[in-house]
């Protein structure tokens, strides 16, 4: 992430991340910090290409590449656009970054830790969750990477995800397990 600040110029992007992770009042998510950071890119590329954005443009144009909830002819002319401006867009997605990197990012580049008030179970349980998919996330690549250097497995460039949904089925709603404990409630509640 530090070659990207660079690259990119986001310069005092570090700094405002770990402040946003860290401040109690206030606090980010390491998914919604991030969405914020790749939004950052998103926006340098753009104008590093003389793209002139309207106010809400750039965060559009990352959820129609990035989101579950797009249909597929919106995210191609999302990505139309920008080959069209100049943007390698196949490039710039792989530089997203996701909230694993940001986490490695704070802690060990930057030496910040978040410490939740041991009192809230929901940012404790959250934090554990982060931990158990990092880890399965980690386990699952090394397997691969192993299968894959022992001729078992035929794959190509690779990367892993751990996605973890949970559905009311009262109000029949779905979400990521870590928006569901961030949100505190699903739609059920009034």
């Given amino acids: ?52 954005t309207l106010d809400g443009e750039v965060e559009n144009t990352y959820r129609l590449l990035n989101s579950d909830d797009v249909g597929s002819a919106d995210r191609t002319r999302a990505r139309r656009r920008l080959e069209r401006d100049g943007i390698d867009v196949d490039r710039l997605q792989d530089e997203f970054v996701t909230y694993q990197a940001i986490r490695s990012y704070l802690t060990k580049y930057r030496d910040a830790e978040y410490t939740p008030d041991e009192t809230d179970p929901l940012e404790r349980e959250i934090t554990n969750i982060q931990q158990l998919r990092g880890r399965v996330d980690s386990v699952t690549e090394g397997k691969l990477e192993q299968l894959q250097s022992s001729g078992a497995l035929d794959i190509g460039t690779f990367r892993t995800l751990v996605d973890v949904r949970v559905v009311c089925e009262d109000c029949n709603t779905q979400y990521d397990v870590l928006e569901l404990l961030e949100s505190g409630s699903c739609d059920c509640a009034p």
């Fill in 1 to 52: 992430m530090g070659r990207l600040i660079d690259e990119y110029d986001l310069q005092g992007l570090g700094a405002e991340m770990e402040r946003r992770w860290t401040d109690d009042e206030d606090r980010w998510s390491l998914r919604d910090l991030a969405d914020h950071f790749n939004q950052a890119v998103l926006e340098a590329a753009m104008e590093a290409n003389g793209v002139q």
